[in-house]
Each structure stands twice: as structure tokens, then as C-alpha cells.
């Protein structure tokens, strides 16, 4: 007899909202995003994502969880008292596309975003944040991503990868999960920021082979510590 695979359960809006919110947080806090930005996780009944900037909705250091909004997968809001963003269609796209995405994060951080305009590699040079980001694709345009037909392109330009540039415009980072998401887009910043510093100096830096990042992936720890660090620091 064959056996029927669950898929598992999808975490609840409330869940959503607080991770959301502690994302945010952790992403002002990182200089990644300030009022700009969002991060959003699929929840059962559609999509947790931060609420449209407005005259009440600012920082994102300051949002709290019951200020998070739900949509659906077209991006009309389900339940909240503000909008979603106008770009909520980089989220909705993704995880129409996507089945297998938790969560996804879009920011404009500094040194990520140059080198999607240089159309620089971020090669592995760093040793943890290496074992994090690999295929960085890239979508060319600098557009905000304000209708489905955009966002179904940068679906399609982010492809499998869990990064992509948004050329002169800021990154992408999905993830099954939230936590791994928000990890891979602060991993990504700091590689970045190696990779320019690198540049620089006009000198042609080591790029760490493939075994030497398997072996760090196999012995890094696990994404729950990453996150309470950033949470004791942020949340």
C-alpha cells in the first residue's frame, strides 16, 4: 500500500504577524530597511506581509505585530487596517511560482545593491556567510514591482535561486522559512560588503572552493541560533 506524504502545516496568522514583525525590527536595526522594505510569510488562510508606508506606518523598528496585514496570493487585503505595500506583488508572485517558499524578503541594503549595478559576482570569501549565499541572479530593471505582470518577471528572473538582484533597486531573499530568509539577506549584506572592500583594493581575493563550503555547511550551527542573536540585538 502506498503511503500519502502531508505537507506540513502552515504556521497561523498570529505566528506570521510576530515574525514579520521581529524581521522588521532586525532589518532596521541592520540598516537594511527603513521605512522602505518589507518582509512577508506564507500563513494559513494567505500571506502575512508589512503594511504600506503612510502617515502611521513608518520605521519598521517601530511596527508591531497586530499592525501586520494579511492578503491573498492577488495581493487584496484580507485583514488589517492599512494597505499592503505597493510592491506586495514581489511576494504574491514569488509564492504563486514558487511552492516551495516560506517567506520571502525585500530590501534595499547598500553594498548588495552596488554590486547588482556593477553586475560584480559576490564570491565566496568569507567563511560563514559564504556557506549562505551561492547563485545571485539578476533582474534588470530598477522598476518598482507595482502590478503582477513585474512581479511574474522577477519570479521568473529569481528562477530556483534564493537571491536576486533587483538592479539599481535593493535584493530578494526567499527561503522556506522567514528566519532562513532574514538570515540569507543579512549573510548576503556582509559578504557584499567584503566583496566591494575587496574591489578596492584592486587585488584579486581567495575564493573559497566548494569543499571547504560543504564542510562549513555541514559544521555551521543551526538558523534558530542566528535568529535568537539577532532578536537579543533587534527583536
Known amino acids: 500500500m502506498s ?14 504577524r ?3 514583525a521581529d524581521a522588521g525590527r532586525i532589518l532596521s536595526g541592520l540598516g537594511l530597511v527603513d521605512y522602505l522594505g518589507h518582509s512577508s510569510m506564507r500563513v494559513e488562510g494567505g ?14 523598528s517601530h511596527l508591531t505585530a497586530e499592525q501586520m496585514v494579511l492578503v491573498n496570493l492577488d495581493g ?12 506586495v506583488y514581489i511576494h504574491t508572485e514569488i509564492y504563486r511560482a514558487r511552492p516551495d517558499v516560506g517567506a520571502v524578503v525585500h ?5 548588495a545593491t552596488l554590486l547588482g549595478v556593477l ?12 556557506s549562505y549565499v551561492d547563485d545571485v541572479h539578476l533582474w534588470p530593471h530598477a522598476n518598482l514591482v507595482a502590478d503582477r505582470s513585474l512581479g511574474a518577471e522577477l519570479a521568473a528572473a529569481l528562477g530556483d535561486a534564493s537571491y536576486c538582484h ?18 540569507g539577506a543579512v549573510m548576503m549584506e556582509e559578504l557584499a560588503v567584503a566583496n566591494l572592500e ?38
Do not use: C
Open 18 to 20: 510576530t515574525l514579520v
Open 166 to 183: 533587483l538592479q539599481g533597486h535593493g535584493i530578494i531573499s526567499v527561503a522556506p522559512t522567514l528566519k532562513e530568509a532574514v538570515v
Open 76 to 87: 487584496e487585503l484580507l485583514e488589517g487596517n492599512d494597505p499592503p505595500p505597493s510592491e
Open 107 to 111: 530590501t534595499h541594503q547598500k553594498a
Open 3 to 16: 503511503q500519502t506524504t502531508t505537507a506540513p502545516a502552515l504556521p497561523t496568522a498570529d505566528e506570521g
Open 47 to 60: 500571506v502575512i506581509v508589512k503594511p504600506k508606508h503612510s502617515p502611521t506606518i513608518r520605521d519598521a
Open 119 to 130: 553586475e560584480a559576482p559576490i564570491r565566496p570569501i568569507l567563511h560563514i556567510p559564504s
Open 198 to 235: 575587496a574591489l578596492r583594493t584592486g587585488l584579486t581575493p581567495r575564493e573559497i572552493p566548494e569543499g571547504e563550503l560543504a564542510e562549513l555547511r555541514r559544521l555551521r550551527g543551526g538558523i534558530e541560533g542566528r535568529w535568537q542573536y539577532l532578536i537579543e540585538q533587534f527583536g
